[in-house]
């Protein structure tokens, strides 16, 4: 393995925790909808669960308010049922073949809980982006080690996934900052 190698896969998994900080914050409510709120609801089809969008259409109907539309006639009740039961705190109703799901306003004691939340999922993905350059730094003391480069390329690289780390951390900064302001937003 090389330095360019070590920098690369740990640029790679950085990059991942970032994305899965994305996918963790755009699961956290804000009173306004967004189809990918009900990405991790699970529903019941033939006997094994199944993501929401396997077996509905979900759209956009305003700001406040998501539809969805169960592609079989007969599943339209376990899907409404599927999004009652979710842990969101959703409550649909059925108009005809389209389930509407409206946003429930949120409390300000709920917003501060939620931003509790946001701010924990952002450390969880600061310590992933921190456990991953000390991995990185282990190898390259392993490579000096072995003699596979030179003191001078060790110390670059060295700084060259300080700077990652720091540009990483500084990207959850600016996401976490963003949801709160959105979370705080009436």
């Known amino acids: ?104 306003m949120l409390t300000e004691a709920r917003r501060r809980d939620l931003i509790k939340v946001v701010k924990a999922e952002a450390e969880g993905a600061k310590v992933a982006v921190r456990n991953l350059r000390r991995d990185a730094m282990a190898t390259l003391k392993e490579m000096l080690r072995n003699k596979d480069c030179s003191e001078d390329e060790e110390h670059r690289a060295q700084d060259d996934i300080q700077k990652l780390t720091d540009r990483h951390v500084a990207e959850i900064d600016q996401q976490l900052s963003h949801k709160e302001t959105e979370l705080m937003a009436i």
């Open 1 to 104: 393995m090389s330095i360019a190698d070590v920098k690369k896969t740990t640029e790679a998994k950085m990059h991942k925790s970032l994305e899965a900080l994305r996918s963790d914050l755009a699961k956290v409510r804000t009173g306004r909808a967004h189809i990918g709120l009900l990405d991790h609801v699970q529903v019941e089809y033939y006997g094994s669960l199944v993501p929401i969008n396997t077996v509905a259409n979900v759209t956009l109907i305003d700001a406040r308010a998501l539809g969805v539309q169960a592609w079989e006639k007969g599943m339209a009740a376990k899907v409404e049922k599927a999004i009652r039961d979710c842990d969101l705190g959703l409550n649909p109703s059925s108009q005809g073949d389209l389930i509407r799901v409206p946003m429930p």
